[in-house]
């Protein structure tokens, strides 16, 4: 029996010295992305120029709120002149009738008052100056320093800023378009506790919210002029809708500061949505890359080729852009590492060093090694490999991702050639 009881404690206890303890995390690196449509390989430079057709229309308005001044200074001088003639001939007549008044005799004023019932004194005539000159500003549409925006915002990666040979790119702003920001509510059911008793209550929230939208268009040029490029993306002319976060209390906004507070903003991402677009077709982009790569945790040293593997890696794709002399080695020692951990993959078993969640992990690894490398073809390979493990539903939409990622990458080394 006590045998017995040992072999069961035994069997009970296997499964979780065997359970591999994987680890995770994230990591952040650059790549430099291939174009879709690569340029001339005489071209080295490119020149970046934002205008705005409003700005003509702004000066219209300015030139005719500055007339309206003038107009209306001019009217207002000729109506002080009038007043003060105005009043010049009420002083006159207001003299003329006291004079009157002074030589009637006291009697005849009097039965004046009497007859008449109110005081018949000579009053005054009540002359008014002409209010002063205002003339409200007309509402301009935001002008900003459009070679700073140019040279901050667009830009060509892997080439020069030089006028030489170089490749125009000309962004134009149509200014932000929006509502007039609106005070909205909303009633929630919502439950309070007290003394251990729960009770239902209805509240009204408040925001604030208006749409928007700030559209731009693109082109670009070879430098012999010829068109490379004219898009107006849909994504930047579709209305959106800004809301405040929600507040017990009605929020007091300043309308006007609230407005040219995200149309800051909008600019900022539109314009980095624009210069993404044109990378993407021409340029060799520095792309931010979030990942996942995996270790094994093992106090016997049992996983040591993999904790060893992950470090050469880790380190490799964070310098990859600052110095690939040195960071591609390593990810290379990384993936021959890995590459030698795989050929002991048991998927099956569960009491295998190399089990089918590690493996796994290990070919999560490889793929993101020989992305950041280059190498479609081993990619594809560890692919093949994966459709034949049994995946998690979230591993498998991790497996799509990097289909669709050596996808995209294949389009674009063909277009190199």
Not at 37 to 52: D, G, H, M, T, V
């Amino acid at each position: 029996m006590k045998a017995l009881l040992t072999h069961i404690a035994f069997v009970l206890i296997m499964p979780c010295l065997m359970a591999q303890n994987i680890k995770d995390e994230i990591i952040n690196y650059s790549y430099a992305q291939l174009p879709l449509q690569p340029l001339n390989r005489e071209i080295k430079n490119f020149n970046s120029y934002i205008e705005a057709p409003y700005e003509a229309e702004n000066k219209k308005q300015l030139a005719a709120y500055e007339q309206s001044k003038v107009d209306a200074k001019v009217a207002y001088d000729k109506a002080m002149i009038t007043y003060t003639q105005q009043l010049k001939a009420a002083d006159v007549q207001y003299a003329k009738d006291m004079e009157a008044w002074e030589k009637k005799s006291t009697g005849n004023k009097i039965v004046e008052k009497t007859l008449l019932g109110a005081n018949t004194k000579p009053v005054k005539q009540s002359v008014y100056p002409p209010a002063a000159p205002y003339v409200a500003p007309p509402v301009l549409r935001s002008s900003y320093d459009y070679t700073t925006l140019a040279n901050t915002y667009i830009n060509l990666g892997g080439y020069a800023r030089d006028t030489a040979n170089a490749v125009q790119i000309i962004v134009t702003l149509y200014g932000l378009d929006y509502t007039l920001p609106r005070q909205q509510s909303v009633v929630k059911d919502m439950v309070r506790s007290a003394n251990g008793q729960t009770q239902s209550y209805k509240a009204t929230y408040y925001y604030t919210e208006f749409s928007y939208r700030h559209p731009m268009a693109v082109k670009v040029y070879d430098p012999a002029g010829k068109e490379l490029l004219i898009a107006t993306p849909q994504e930047l002319n579709n209305y959106k809708i800004y809301k405040t976060a929600e507040s017990e209390n009605p929020p007091t906004i300043n309308q006007e500061l609230l407005i040219k507070t995200y149309e800051e903003k909008v600019l900022q991402d539109n314009l980095t949505f624009i210069n993404k677009m044109v990378n993407d077709k021409f340029g060799y982009a520095l792309v931010n890359r979030k990942t996942n790569l995996y270790y094994v945790k093992s106090k016997d040293g049992l996983y040591a080729d993999l904790l060893l593997a992950f470090n050469e890696a880790d380190a490799g794709l964070k310098t990859l852009v600052a110095d690939a002399a040195t960071a591609k080695p390593k990810i290379t020692t990384a993936i021959q590492a890995w590459e030698k951990a795989l050929t002991e993959s048991e998927p099956t078993n569960k009491k295998a060093r190399i089990d089918n969640d590690v493996t796994i992990a290990i070919c999560f690894n490889l793929l993101e090694g020989y992305f950041a490398l280059g190498d479609v073809f081993h990619a594809e390979n560890i692919i093949k490999k994966m459709n034949t493990l049994d995946l998690s539903g979230d591993e498998r939409k991790t497996k799509v991702g990097y289909e669709l990622l050596f996808a995209d990458f294949k389009k674009r080394i063909a277009s190199q050639n």
